[in-house]
T-cell receptor, first 110, second 112 residues
Framework: EDQVTQSPEALRLQEGESSSLNCSYT??????LFWYRQDPGKGPEFLFT???AGEEKEKERLKATLTKKESFLHITAPKPEDSATYLC???????????FGQGTRLTINP | DTEVTQTPKHLVMGMTNKKSLKCEQH?????MYWYKQKAKKPPELMFV???????INESVPSRFSPECPNSSLLNLHLHALQPEDSALYLC???????????FGSGTRLTVV
């Protein structure tokens, strides 16, 4: 069974304090790994898709990396507006649905 | 247009009411989805439509009835809901069922 585990469950940082969020996964043939950002009461906002081990993608202060067993979302010099829940999801080859992790609630204090 | 639009944004309904949630996208995506999300939990898949045909029903109770009138529209008809059905209902679309999704902002449903 495909599975996604995110850690930590919650993370509180000071503004400018860089850190990483982890997404460990088991899947029967990876089609893609997805990172989303979700603000309270809103729908998930797409951030990145990673398809193969070694791939990296960047957007502003965020950088996503992928290995055969896990993905990291690195946040460099975060700002309070980066506070949100970050969701990781995987899609197996031939599967029609995403399997989501429980998310990491990130809070950036000014 | 790179958006998935959901209406209404908020809905309060009684347990005997019938209501519908609407979802629209104009990105030419051929797969559309309904997800349900409870507070502090990840989204849970309810239904998948591929090329306007229902391809996945995740054992959702019959009080939820999906409809895909055309490739741009997706509806979710609600009838005789229970208070535990209160949640954020998310619509999403993708180019194909094996591509990543674009989510709408959701409908916050409260059943009283």
């Amino acid at each position: 069974e495909d599975q996604v585990t995110q850690s930590p469950e919650a993370l509180r940082l000071q503004e400018g304090e860089s850190s990483s969020l982890n997404c460990s996964y088991t899947v029967s043939g990876l089609r893609g790994l997805f990172w989303y950002r979700q603000d309270p009461g809103k729908g998930p906002e797409f951030l990145f898709t990673l398809y193969s081990a070694g791939e990296e993608k960047e957007k502003e202060r965020l950088k996503a990396t992928l290995t055969k067993k896990e993905s990291f979302l690195h946040i460099t010099a975060p700002k309070p507006e980066d506070s949100a829940t970050y969701l990781c999801a995987v899609q197996a080859e031939g599967a029609q649905k995403l399997v989501f992790g429980q998310g990491t609630r990130l809070t950036i204090n000014p | 247009d790179t958006e998935v639009t959901q209406t209404p944004k908020h809905l309060v309904m009684g347990m005997t009411n019938k209501k519908s949630l609407k979802c629209e996208q104009h990105m030419g995506h051929r797969a559309m989805y309904w997800y349900k999300q409870k507070a502090k939990k990840p989204p849970e898949l309810m239904f998948v439509y591929s090329y306007e045909k229902l391809s996945i029903n995740e054992s959702v109770p019959s009080r939820f009835s999906p409809e895909c009138p055309n490739s741009s529209l997706l509806n979710l008809h609600l009838h005789a809901l229970q208070p535990e059905d209160s949640a954020l209902y998310l619509c999403a679309s993708s180019q194909r069922v094996d591509y990543g999704y674009t989510f709408g902002s959701g409908t916050r449903l409260t059943v009283v």
